[in-house]
């Protein structure tokens, strides 16, 4: 049980250290300093470096002994000499760009690695079968040269296509370095100058005004309305406001301390710099992304699998056929021969080209729904995923603050959250909610931004902090009904004077004139506890009650306060004043420096409450990630009783864990904090995310969701990561699949995520979701029916050596079969639908549940191959016999019949054959082979939709099968009938009647593999399941 303390705690908690930057060199304790150690060992030791969470003091110490430090001086800066010393040793203020892959390495890698080496390999021992067979015949057949050029060319082929496909820039750097500003106000020896932001180094002393992004990590000297906006390093989309005293232990949290490539909103500043390059905060952050290295995709790891299969299967096959040549007498140099091309016979030359155009058009689907795939193993990972850790802001959100309640006349009523969707339950009749609505126009300096007329009011851009915009639009939908607008209610409430909001105050005031009238209006809105305490009465049904100290009214105020807080919401308290008339008449000289009119004794109309709103199809969408058996962890940077609200509203969380953490109840859901997470050694996190179904990590640091990431990697997890800020690129980098987000998303993340959402919705992971188990499945099937046309393929080779009969099927067929035939009916495999429990099973087990098992082997070789076999042999059989060869007279005949200077062999009535006329029936009965190899491969296809459901279940609606299944035909046909292939490729026209013997056999496959997944569903994890179900 996770143990949560109060919420004054828990305030306090998220303002402790949780990402700390040295601001002297990093600490190298622990790292040997051994020269030899290493370089693998080096790099990780510098990752772990950057993991860490180091000691940094720049925001406490006193400005005497910052300048001793830094030999500079906080009036005059660095002097130009001392300036030129420090620059030398600490170099430009600049990001240190990794080594890059050069693009040759890339497209080799696509060339050489993985499936590729599988066909290199085959092309090599083809070369030198040929080789071994010059050296031996007169006149070598040229079958190994064809099948080793064949190999080549489509090993070539497929690797320059997937390099095409992937072709894209590891350019995070590149992205980082565009947040570097180009130049700077630097103050040194007493002069001003605008310098290049590059030669800034630490000491110098810079000027820093709203709309500049900052060169340097700096500690504020002095300022002026200094605010600064984080979102891109800590998530938080309000802008954080600055000055010169130190408020936190957290260099983050503190406000003397801004951060390089952060920008400056408004204001003014002087400041230190105390950090360049490499060193500042976002320099870290870079380091670590770019020095992550990214592990094999589930996907590579299940092809490597399948490569040690099938090698397994052809070395075995190979070498025990190359000990029985050896046992029946064959040549040394025969028995080479045999080995090799039984080995290259196992290799499925179409595969590769299979599933490389497999998992392009599941790209190409899933860009057409949002989800833009960067690296096409990725399309498969998303569908592994058992754990998807996601950010909060704009991606379960809509990143943008909306009034999702009011309290007045003691209620609380909903607001308009979502567009086109009236959800309001409050509206201006009511003169309470009248009064409030128009303190919050006027007390409210954001507008709305030109050309916005077509879009609805909530997703309107406005020029004013998100809290003012929220209130803007809320207050803009509620003038709508009485047919006006804030612009023209301002106009009718001239403002008089204003108060701006303050930190220390925490109020914002200001007066008005009331129209057609000579009184004036005060108005004020706040921190909801400032402005009741600066109220005597409340105004209650458009009536004024008297509010004394122990007032239950007071009483009622606080509940609601604390609910709506437990929700997440951010409070603003309102109140207002008609000012006396004889006091305060027109034309009144106010006063906000020495302030001269009242600022208590107010009245107290209402509450507005903001929030970032979840977005419309969020919970739905997290609902089937949970009957898919994935678990959604929230990871933000976020308040916990925010993050824990909304992880209730969407259903991340079942508790209602924000409320609890309000009153202080201990809670079985884990809301864990950033200042927590801190203090926990990797058996305490790896602990908790066991015990835990249910985990939210708020005030979070870059640092600490990679560490999360890497928890639950290590428990076995696959893990997608969801993220739009610069902060969340490590995470991003490390995760098996990263997901940046395609609108609000940095440049950065972009760059070090493998797919990208368009449309920032958190809906389009569990389409990629249901893609990548679509295409796992289908894959799954695509192999099966590749790997069935194995058997009738090899067998042939080893009756040839075995039995000694002329050869069934040549190299040349088994080419038309891999690379012709078959591949089209393989591919569409990739646009069957999803059987229906696709999204209610468990993620696949990545041990167990593998793209190629023994059960799959079992059924391909050991099953319908050999019924695929035997039709083929029936047909070689039935032809030969036909043309006076029977089956006893052609056992023991390979040396004669081969022998070219054998004019008369006989066959089983006596006939005499020339060399001639027995090759031409010997590739008559090869196209006769490949032929019915195509008839039975209809059967297989068709039985490979599907692995459980039936056929008639299934339907017969994928037109690109059906279509591979008359192309397939159709090639075939045109193959065997087409004038001139018989001397170019030796392929023979045949009989039509030739074509019937392999039908029986096609409706055998049909029925029986019928049978066995009706058995399966009739009897689920029966001995049925157990062995065949793949």
């Known amino acids: ?269 002087l400041a230190v710099v105390i950090s360049c390059g490499d060193k500042t905060v976002m320099g870290r952050i870079a380091s670590l992304a770019s020095s992550l290295g990214s592990d094999q995709t589930p996907i590579a790891i299940e092809i490597e699998h399948f490569i040690h299969i099938i090698s397994g299967v052809a070395v075995f096959l190979g070498v025990t056929f190359f000990i029985l040549a050896f046992i029946l007498g064959y040549e040394p140099i025969e028995a080479v021969v045999f080995l090799i091309g039984i080995i290259v016979a196992n290799v499925p030359e179409g595969l590769l080209a299979t599933v490389t155009v497999c998992l392009t058009l599941t790209a190409k689907r899933m860009a057409k729904k949002n989800c833009l795939v960067k690296n096409l193993e990725a399309v498969e990972t998303l569908g592994s995923t058992s754990t998807i850790c996601s950010d909060k802001t704009g991606t379960l959100t809509q990143n943008r603050m909306t009034v999702a309640h009011v309290w007045y006349n003691l209620k609380i009523l909903k607001g308009d959250t979502v567009p086109g969707q009236r959800d309001r339950e409050f509206d201006l009749k009511d003169a309470t909610c009248a009064a409030l609505i128009r303190i919050a126009t006027l007390c409210n300096r954001a507008v709305f931004l030109s050309g916005q007329s077509d879009k609805h009011v909530l997703n309107r851009d406005c020029q004013g902090d998100a809290s003012e915009s929220a209130l803007l639009k809320a207050v803009e939908i509620a003038w709508a009904d009485e047919g006006t607008t804030t612009v023209d209610v301002r106009k009718k409430h001239k403002k008089v004077i204003e108060i701006p909001f303050n930190s220390t105050n925490k109020y914002q005031v200001s007066v008005h004139e009331m129209p057609d009238e000579d009184q004036h209006l005060l108005v004020m809105k706040g921190a909801p506890e400032r402005i009741l305490d600066r109220c005597s009465s409340i105004l209650i049904d458009g009536e004024i009650k008297d509010m004394p100290e122990d007032s239950e009214y007071r009483t009622q105020f606080n509940t609601a306060y604390m609910q709506l807080g437990g929700m997440g919401e951010r409070v603003l308290g309102f109140c207002h004043s008609f000012l006396d008339i004889e006091k305060y008449p027109k034309g009144y000289d106010f006063n906000n420096e020495e302030v001269n009119f009242p600022l208590e004794g107010l009245t ?82 790896d602990r908790l995310l066991i015990e835990h179904e249910e985990i939210v990590f708020a005030r979070t640091s870059p640092q600490q969701k990679l560490i999360i990431v890497e928890a639950f990697q290590r428990a076995g997890q696959i893990v997608a990561v969801t993220g739009d800020g610069v902060n969340d690129s490590p995470a991003l980098k490390k995760a098996d699949i990263g997901i940046a987000m395609g609108i609000a998303g940095s440049d950065v993340s972009k760059e070090a995520a493998d797919m990208i959402l368009l449309d920032d919705n958190f809906a389009s992971i569990v389409t990629g979701v249901e893609e990548g188990r679509l295409i796992f499945d289908n894959l799954k099937k695509s192999i099966a029916y590749t790997l069935t046309s194995n058997i009738p393929e090899i067998s042939p080779f080893l009756f040839f050596i075995v039995l000694s009969i002329p050869l069934p099927l040549g190299t040349v067929t088994i080419l038309f079969i891999d690379l012709g035939t078959d591949l089209w009916p393989a591919i569409s495999l990739a646009y069957e639908k999803a059987e229906s429990d696709i999204m209610t099973r468990l993620p696949r087990d990545p041990i167990k549940d593998r793209l190629v098992n023994e059960r799959l082997i079992s059924l391909s070789y050991g099953q319908i191959g050999m019924i695929q076999a035997t039709a083929g042999f029936f047909t070689y059989f039935v032809i030969m016999a036909e043309n006076g060869f029977r089956p006893s007279r052609l056992i023991g005949l390979r040396k004669h019949w081969d022998d070219r200077e054998n004019q008369a062999l006989e066959d089983s009535y006596g006939q005499q054959w020339s060399y001639s006329d027995r090759k031409i029936l010997e590739y008559t009965c090869h196209s006769a082979f490949f032929v019915s190899i195509v008839i039975v491969q209809w059967a297989d296809v068709i039985i490979c939709k599907t692995r459980k459901l039936s056929v008639f279940q299934q339907g017969m609606r994928n037109w690109v099968l059906n279509t591979g299944i008359l192309f397939e035909t159709a090639l075939a046909a045109f193959l065997c009938y087409t004038p001139g292939l018989d001397k170019a490729l030796r392929v023979y026209p045949l009989r039509f009647w030739w074509w019937l013997p392999a039908l029986p056999f096609s409706l055998s496959i049909w029925i029986y593999d019928e049978c066995r997944r009706y058995l399966l569903r009739k009897n689920p994890g029966g001995w049925v399941e157990q062995e065949t179900y793949y």
Not at 180 to 187: L, Y
Not at 609 to 635: L, Q
Not at 650 to 655: N, S
């Open 1 to 269: 049980m996770v143990q949560v303390e109060d919420y004054n705690e828990a305030q306090e908690n998220c303002h402790e250290p949780q990402s700390v930057i040295n601001g002297r060199p990093p600490s190298k304790e622990g790292v040997s300093p051994d020269k030899e150690k290493d370089g693998k060992d080096k790099k990780k030791e510098d990752v772990d470096d950057l993991k860490k969470e180091l000691d940094m003091d720049w925001h406490r110490i006193s400005w005497e002994e910052l300048c001793t430090r830094l030999d500079t001086d906080i009036k005059t800066g660095l002097t130009q000499e001392k300036y030129e010393e420090v620059f030398a040793r600490e170099g430009p203020n600049r990001l240190t760009p990794p080594k890059t892959t050069p693009e040759w390495i890339k497209f080799c890698k696509q060339l050489f690695g993985g499936f590729a080496t599988l066909l290199w390999i085959g092309a090599i021992l083809c070369f030198i079968a040929y080789g071994i067979q010059v050296s031996k015949y007169v006149d070598p057949p040229e079958d190994n040269v064809y099948l080793g050029a064949v190999l080549t060319f489509v090993v070539v082929v497929t690797g320059i296509f997937a390099y095409y496909q992937e072709a894209k820039s590891a350019a995070i750097m590149e992205s980082f370095k565009k947040m570097v500003p180009q130049t700077a106000s630097v103050i040194r020896g007493g002069k001003r100058s605008a310098v290049d932001a590059e030669t800034l180094t630490i000491g110098d002393l810079i000027e820093v005004k709203g709309g500049d992004k900052l060169p340097a990590d700096i500690r504020i000297v002095s300022c002026s309305s200094f605010k600064v906006d984080n979102s891109s390093l800590t998530g938080e989309s309000e802008p954080q406001s600055r000055g010169k005293e130190c408020t936190d232990d957290n260099p983050i949290e503190t406000k003397n301390l801004a951060f390089f490539s952060t920008n400056a909103v408004e204001g003014t500043a």
């Open 604 to 685: 107290f109309v209402g509450l507005m409450a903001m929030i970032d709103p979840p977005r419309a199809n969020v919970p739905e969408a997290v609902a089937k990630c949970k009957s898919a058996g994935i678990k959604v962890i929230m990871v933000t940077g976020d308040h916990p009783i925010t993050a824990a609200a909304i992880a209730k509203n969407v259903g991340i969380i079942t508790e209602d864990v924000a409320m609890k953490m309000e009153t202080g109840e201990k809670t079985e859901t884990a809301v864990v904090n950033g200042a927590t997470l801190k203090d926990m050694t990797k058996k305490d996190l």
